[in-house]
C-alpha cells in the first residue's frame, strides 16, 4: 500500500507518513520504557536538573580536547541548538587552564542566502554563535588556533577534507522538530522519491551539502531564534552530512525538552532501538551507528496525552 501523506507539508516526507501503529506506540513509552530502550551501540541517559544535564554537555567537550595531541589530534563536532553548554566550555577551558592548541571544533550548520553561506554579520550565523558564546570568550593563551574552527562554506571542499586526519570523539548536537540531526532534514516528496523516501543506505550516502529546509524546521528555528519570525529564517542551510556522522566515534543527542517535543524523543528513541531506519524520521538512521548516546532533561520529558488547554 502506499505510504501516507505528510500531515505537515504534503509535498514533503516526514514522520507522519510512517507506519501508523509505531506511531501509537512511541506515543504510549514512559520514561521509565525509555531507560530500558538502551542496547549495545545506543544508550539513553537521564539528568534530574538544568545544571546536571547542561554540564554534563559541556563536559563532552572538555573529554574531547583533552585527547587531542600535535600528533594525535582530536575534536568534536557541535551543534547551535543546544546552546546553553557553550558558555560553560569557556569557563572550563579557562578554569582548567587547558591549552586547546592541538584541539579541533567543526560547526554542524550554516544558512545559505543566494547560494551561499550567510557572513558572521547575519543575526542568525551559527559560526557568530559559536564565537561569541564559546570560541571568544576562551583566554588567549589557551585559545584554539583558528584554523582549527571548521565551519561549513558553500564550496563544502575544505570543510569535508578536514575530517580527514583528524578524530572527532564525538558528534554533538539536538533533535529538530522534524526529527533530524544537524540540518539532515527530510526530503520533497517528488522525483525519483515521488513514492518513497530515500532509502537508508541512499540517505547515508549523503556528505556536507546544502539542502532546502522542511517546513517545520522553519517554523521551529523561527520559533526559538526569531521570535517566530518566519521569514527572517532562511530556507536553505549547510549541513554535516551523514558520511561524516559516520566518522564520528560517537554522536550524543541532548533533548533539554524545548526543541523537539515530548512525542518525538519518544518515537527516535524507539526505532533506534528496534532498529527501524526510515529516512522520513533521519534521525532514526543512527539505528545503524556504533555508538549513539541520547541525553534527557527527565522534567522535560514531557507526556504524550490530550490536554485542551
Request: net charge negative.
Amino acid at each position: 500500500m502506499p505510504r501516507p501523506l505528510s500531515k505537515i507539508a504534503p509535498g514533503w516526507w516526514d514522520y507522519t507518513t510512517l507506519d501508523p501503529e509505531l506511531l501509537r506506540d512511541a506515543s504510549r513509552l514512559t520514561a521509565r520504557d525509555l531507560e530500558q530502550l538502551g542496547r549495545p551501540g545506543f544508550k539513553v541517559v537521564f539528568y534530574d536538573t538544568l545544571e546536571d544535564f547542561y554540564l554534563a554537555e559541556a563536559l563532552e567537550y572538555i573529554t574531547a580536547f583533552r585527547q587531542s595531541t600535535a600528533d594525535n589530534p582530536v575534536g568534536l563536532c557541535g551543534p547551535i541548538g543546544p546552546t546553553e553548554q557553550l558558555p560553560l566550555v569557556a569557563r572550563l577551558v579557562n578554569d582548567l587552564d587547558l591549552s586547546l592548541k592541538h584541539a579541533h571544533f567543526w560547526g554542524m550548520d550554516e544558512w545559505v542566502l543566494d547560494g551561499k553561506e550567510v557572513s558572521e554579520a547575519h543575526p542568525l550565523s551559527f559560526a557568530k554563535a559559536d564565537k561569541e558564546l564559546c570560541f571568544n570568550r576562551i583566554r588567549p593563551e589557551l585559545a584554539m588556533p583558528v584554523e582549527n574552527l571548521h565551519f561549513p562554506k558553500a564550496d563544502v571542499t575544505d570543510y569535508e577534507a578536514s575530517w580527514q586526519g583528524i578524530r572527532c570523539a564525538t558528534m554533538q548536537g539536538g533533535q529538530g522538530e522534524i526529527k533530524h540531526w544537524a540540518f539532515n532534514d527530510p526530503v520533497r516528496r517528488e522525483g525519483k522519491f515521488a513514492d518513497a523516501p530515500p532509502s537508508p543506505a541512499e540517505f547515508r550516502q549523503f556528505g556536507t551539502r546544502a539542502v532546502e529546509l522542511h517546513p517545520l524546521t522553519l517554523v521551529q528555528n523561527a520559533r526559538t531564534s526569531g521570535g517566530g519570525n518566519i521569514p527572517l529564517v532562511p530556507s536553505h542551510a549547510l549541513t554535516v552530512g551523514p558520511v561524516q556522522t559516520w566518522q564520528a566515534e560517537k554522536v550524543s543527542i541532548w533533548h533539554p525538552g524545548h526543541h523537539d517535543n515530548p512525542f518525538g524523543f519518544r518515537l527516535t528513541a524507539l526505532m533506534i532501538s528496534k532498529r527501524v531506519p526510515d529516512s522520513s524520521c533521519p534521525m532514526s538512521l543512527l539505528a545503524d551507528h556504533p555508538n549513539v548516546h541520547f541525553h534527557y532533561l527527565r522534567p522535560g520529558f514531557g507526556k504524550v496525552e490530550v490536554e485542551m488547554h
